[in-house]
């Protein structure tokens, strides 16, 4: 059961990092277009 455990922890976790780094990019993207012009 542990490991069934953590496995799906890990993959919550992955999904959560790749979610925030997409949100960062988008932000940084935003941002940086606005200033640019």
Request: glycine share 0%.
């Amino acid at each position: 059961m542990r490991q069934m455990e953590t496995s799906f922890s890990m993959e919550w976790w992955e999904k959560m990092v790749e979610a925030m780094r997409n949100a960062w990019l988008a932000l940084a993207t935003r941002l940086s277009f606005r200033k640019r012009r």
